[in-house]
């Protein structure tokens, strides 16, 4: 069995349009201090390994700001509590850069060592707040050849362009090409 | 027997001067993702009680700065290894507000309910980076009524107004009325 582990049902309905067969696992697994998401999916992967049986795809979804030279990446979170999404826009404005990608990174293991990779890019610009979202940084970030922030677009317009969406098919042809 | 957890040996010369009895353990422990230190630090010492017998201390120092809400704190090694000491004083000096504060937490376990938090804190102002230091930050930290940076000092000099030095202090002063 193939389990998705996350908190977040949203990703988790994303991932399934695509993957297919998947199981969410909605279990809290510690996230280590680190800029790389690679080195902190791996963690996590590694720890689900040692509690249960099955395959396992952990994902990591972060925000590098061109002007941080790769900041905040995974430490998102902790910016948008600290100083929020007008505090993000208001560094890049400042900087007079505001190039930034978006990108997902899934992780995959069958065993502690089958571990793989697959990544999705979006670039776009950081501009000043526009729209609603669920999303924390949605409403800051506009992809390159839209005039729309992702919190402006319907579920259906940003999944079919988002980062996740990319890196889940990347594993979906992997996982097809592994099956028995 | 008490044991200082670090990798760091100047940070555990300078506890030791003013703790005395205490030996240094080398061990690597998961730092997990979080901008309160004190979780971070209750991680760590809630995952050496498992493996040791003994009371452990664990540190953290971290840089806060006013224009970013309290940013970096913990997560000021991922900011020096992407944007550096000049990075960090061009967002500080572009917003307008160069107050920061340094502040070292030292946490203290005998048991997994025993544990307790001892704060030391310099308040100062982020400046374009000047002196040497083994330390990330001490260049671009002038701690208020002084007209050098940290990393400008010498070591003695530093030691006697250091964070690390006030935190270690309140923690002997608690484990002197604890003694049997």
């Given at each position: 069995?193939?389990?998705?582990?996350?908190?977040?049902?949203?990703?988790?309905?994303?991932?399934?349009?695509?993957?297919?067969?998947?199981?969410?696992?909605?279990?809290?697994?510690?996230?280590?201090?680190?800029?790389?998401p690679?080195?902190?999916?791996?963690?996590?992967?590694?720890?689900?390994?040692?509690?249960?049986?099955?395959?396992?795809?952990?994902?990591d979804?972060?925000?590098?700001?061109?002007?941080?030279?790769?900041?905040?990446?995974?430490?998102?979170?902790?910016?948008?509590?600290?100083?929020?999404?007008?505090?993000?826009?208001?560094?890049?404005?400042?900087?007079?850069?505001?190039?930034?990608?978006?990108?997902?990174i899934?992780?995959?293991?069958?065993?502690?060592?089958?571990?793989?990779?697959?990544e999705?890019?979006?670039?776009?610009?950081?501009?000043?707040?526009?729209?609603?979202?669920?999303?924390?940084?949605?409403?800051?970030?506009?992809?390159?050849?839209?005039?729309?922030?992702?919190?402006?677009?319907?579920?259906?317009?940003?999944?079919?362009?988002?980062?996740?969406?990319?890196?889940?098919?990347?594993?979906?042809?992997?996982?097809?090409?592994?099956?028995?």
């Amino acid at each position: 069995m193939l389990y998705f582990i996350t908190g977040n049902k949203n990703k988790f309905e994303e991932v399934r349009a695509i993957v297919g067969e998947v199981e969410r696992l909605d279990i809290d697994l510690p996230e280590i201090q680190d800029i790389d998401p690679k080195n902190i999916i791996r963690a996590k992967l590694l720890e689900a390994l040692k509690h249960r049986e099955g395959e396992f795809i952990v994902e990591d979804t972060s925000l590098y700001l061109d002007c941080l030279n790769g900041l905040p990446g995974p430490l998102i979170k902790w910016f948008i509590k600290t100083i929020g999404n007008i505090g993000l826009a208001d560094i890049a404005e400042k900087a007079g850069n505001n190039k930034a990608e978006a990108k997902t990174i899934i992780g995959y293991a069958k065993s502690r060592d089958e571990i793989y990779f697959f990544e999705g890019s979006v670039l776009g610009k950081i501009v000043a707040p526009r729209g609603d979202s669920d999303f924390g940084w949605d409403p800051i970030f506009q992809p390159d050849g839209y005039d729309k922030t992702f919190a402006q677009m319907s579920k259906e317009e940003k999944n079919k362009i988002s980062m996740r969406k990319i890196a889940a098919e990347k594993f979906l042809v992997h996982r097809n090409r592994i099956k028995p």
